[in-house]
């Protein structure tokens, strides 16, 4: 039984396995490259729809409104401007 152990991968069969150079991504050796964008991104999506939601009330003025539409604007920006860069990072 205390000889099954997990196999516990080295730094370099996850170098191997993830096909990504260390040099480029520093980030590859710690086991999570790459899986928190979507995350993020939907994050992102997600917290910009919960903004443009709190429009809906029963504000005076439309002051809170601009503030509520930028910020969500903001966050849907940098979504699709990462998205972009993503989609586009083979043409440099």
Same mark, same amino acid.
């Given at each position: =039984? ?10 370099? $069969?996850? %170098? $191997?396995? &993830? ?7 520093? &980030? ?7 899986? /928190?964008?979507? *995350? %993020?991104? /939907?994050?992102?999506? *997600?917290?910009? @729809? !919960?903004?443009? !939601? =709190?429009?809906? +009330?029963?504000? $005076?003025?439309?002051? $809170? ?5 930028? @910020?969500? #604007?903001?966050?849907? +920006?940098? #979504? @699709? ?12």
């Amino acid at each position: =039984m205390a000889e099954d152990k997990l196999h516990q991968p080295s730094l370099q $069969e996850v %170098i $191997e396995a &993830s096909s990504v150079d260390p040099n480029d991504e520093p &980030s590859v050796g710690w086991g999570w490259h790459g899986h /928190a964008n979507r *995350f %993020i991104k /939907a994050v992102g999506v *997600f917290f910009a @729809a !919960f903004l443009l !939601f =709190m429009l809906i +009330g029963n504000h $005076e003025s439309r002051i $809170e409104d601009i503030y509520v539409v930028v @910020a969500a #604007v903001i966050i849907l +920006g940098l #979504v @699709a401007n990462d998205s972009y860069k993503k989609r586009n990072k083979w043409h440099r």
